[in-house]
Each structure stands twice: as C-alpha cells, then as structure tokens.
Nanobody, 120 residues
Framework: VQLVESGGGLVQAGASLRLSCAAS????????MGWFRQAPGKEREFVAT????????SYADSVKGRFTISRDNAKNTVYLQVNSLKPEDTAVYYC??????????????WGQGTQVTVSS
C-alpha cells in the first residue's frame, strides 16, 4: 500500500483545511486508517483513526470537536477536515494504514506527510 497526503499549507489561526490521503492497492477497504502529526522536536502523536467501514472513529483529546476523519473506500481516500486551527496544530501530518488503534506501531504503512503551518 502506498499513501500520498495532500492539502497542507500555511494558514492563519482559525482557518480550516482538508487533508487528503490517497492510497494505492486493493487492500485499502480492509485497513483502518489513521492520521498522526509530528511537530519539530516532538514525538509523532496520534490525531485520529477510522475503522475499515468508517463506522468507528477515535480522536485525540486535543482535536476533538475541531477535526473530523472520514473515508471514501470507492476512491481509496481518507480525509481529515481540520477546523479552528491553532498555532499548536503546526506539524507534519501523516496518514497511515493498519489496525484500528491510537498507537503508531499498529500501522504498517505510512505516507510521506504534508506540512500544516498555522500562524497566530
């Protein structure tokens, strides 16, 4: 499975973005998908995850109510709608495919990341 993220950018606080992650391969619909992020000098942290059919989702406390994860299995794509962005959301955002979990080691495949920078 190859994963390619897009949709990042430089925005002001309060703005919104829609991150996308396009997957190649026929196993997309059998994998849970997750979004993680890594800020400079910090560990990669969990943001959100969605189950194979999209019926179960989980979010980090820091993004609940502001971020929404969704997926379109017909398009082999997972999305992360990010609203009310804050400067502390600045990070490289990665999508990953694997088992439904908040833990990094549950995911077998990772994208190259997309940069989100939020100015105050």
């Amino acid at each position: 499975v190859q994963l390619v993220e897009s949709g990042g950018g430089l925005v002001q606080a309060g703005a919104s973005l829609r991150l996308s992650c396009a997957a190649s391969g026929r196993t997309f619909s059998t994998a849970a998908m997750g979004w993680f992020r890594q800020a400079p000098g910090k560990e990669r942290e969990f943001v959100a995850t969605i189950g194979r059919s999209g019926t179960v989702r989980s979010y980090a406390d820091s993004v609940k109510g502001r971020f929404t994860i969704s997926r379109d299995n017909a398009k082999n794509t997972v999305y992360l709608q990010v609203n009310s962005l804050k400067p502390e959301d600045t990070a490289v955002y990665y999508c990953a495919a694997g088992s439904y979990s908040t833990m990094k080691n549950a995911y077998d495949y990772w994208g190259q990341g997309t940069q989100v920078t939020v100015s105050s």
